[in-house]
């Protein structure tokens, strides 16, 4: 299938899991999600059914692997495609220490050559694309002539697609947390890295909070992915098919992505799913509802119970004022 980028959800460790991705799909249709990283360790050496495992309706979804050595990024890539991912990518962008110690993610924007092999190596063995998403820099290595080095290398495989975070990375004296708010986001790095590479495809990443917002930036680049406003505030998300795919059919409801959730939960809780592990990432759901608080509070206390049952959902429900 050919990939609409327009608008996507970024990959988000510990947050972007299967039961995310299917409750961002009952608000839009069109976004393309990604998964958090999965290690290859933990499809080569793990459960990999376990990580990998999605609904039919989350299509269309991206894989994001997280790894440094060609040989287990291609096994897991060819795994991946296995599974009916629709895009393999490959993250050259995440700064935490887990990540830093395995010598991948964000310290790998220092070797070009190396990302150039792994995405050649992932390339070789799989029909879906594989795309890259980066940082516009590392430490000292942030100038536009390393950044161009970094593209042209990894372009010269037959890669085509960039997803950019419009920031540097610190490797050194900054945590995770700090590394998404501390660095100036600099957009016009990307706008310009398009201008120079018309022929590439360029998908912006960072900071952004509104669908008003992607339309600008759409302006100059061909795609924006939005993260954590995404998370927190699911229902932004309800204007995206309508306002960037140019869909005619008018957006549900909060009460009625409520109500198709509900089957989803009944059937992971009869499958051994623990509610809390689905109802975690819905707290946004209702956000400036009246009763929003009553609700979050009536699920955090309640969700994570031995035997809690969709009966939660449904007095967390009653709390809101309509």
């Known amino acids: ?38 290690t290859t360790g933990a499809i080569l050496h793990g459960d990999s059914e376990r990580f990998l495992r999605f609904h039919e309706a989350e299509h269309p979804i991206a894989l994001q692997l997280g790894g440094s050595d060609p040989i287990a990024l291609a096994q897991s890539a060819s795994i991946g495609e ?23 993610g964000a310290c790998l924007m220092a070797e070009p050559g190396l990302v150039a ?53 610190w490797l050194k004296g900054l945590s995770p947390k700090q590394n998404r708010e501390v660095p100036p986001l600099k957009y016009e790095v990307v706008y310009q890295l398009k201008n120079k590479y018309p022929h590439l495809s360029f998908v912006i990443n960072g900071g952004i909070r509104s669908i008003e917002e992607s339309k600008n930036h759409l302006q100059y680049v061909d795609g ?29 409801s909060r009460q009625e992505i409520f109500n198709e959730f509900l089957p989803y ?25 009246p009763g929003a608080r009553a609700w979050r509070r009536y699920l955090s206390e309640n969700a994570n119970k031995r035997h809690a ?11 809101l004022i309509f």
């Open 265 to 289: 939960v009944e059937s992971e809780l009869m499958a051994g799913t623990k509610l809390h592990a689905m109802t975690r990432h819905i707290m946004g759901l209702f956000l400036g509802v």
């Open 1 to 38: 299938m050919s990939l609409n980028r327009i608008f996507s959800i970024a990959p988000m460790l510990d947050w972007t899991d299967r039961h995310e991705r299917y409750f961002l799909r009952l608000i839009t249709k069109k976004a393309l999600l990604y998964t958090e990283m999965v």
């Open 117 to 169: 092999e792994l995405v050649n190596a992932m390339q070789s063995v799989v029909g879906i694309p594989v795309t890259v998403k980066h940082r516009i820099g590392i430490d000292d290595h942030d100038s536009w002539d390393e950044l161009c080095e970094f593209v042209e290398k990894i372009a010269a495989c037959g890669c085509l697609v960039f997803i950019v975070h419009a920031r540097k990375a």
């Open 309 to 319: 049952d969709i009966n939660v959902l449904v007095n967390a429900f009653r709390k």
């Open 82 to 104: 296995q599974f009916g991912y629709d895009e393999i990518n490959l993250n050259v962008g995440c700064p935490s220490e887990r990540v830093k110690s395995g010598s991948f």
């Open 224 to 252: 924006v992915m939005m993260g954590r406003e995404a998370y927190h505030n699911p229902y932004i998300l309800r204007d995206v098919d309508r306002f960037l795919y140019g869909e005619v059919e008018i957006a549900k």
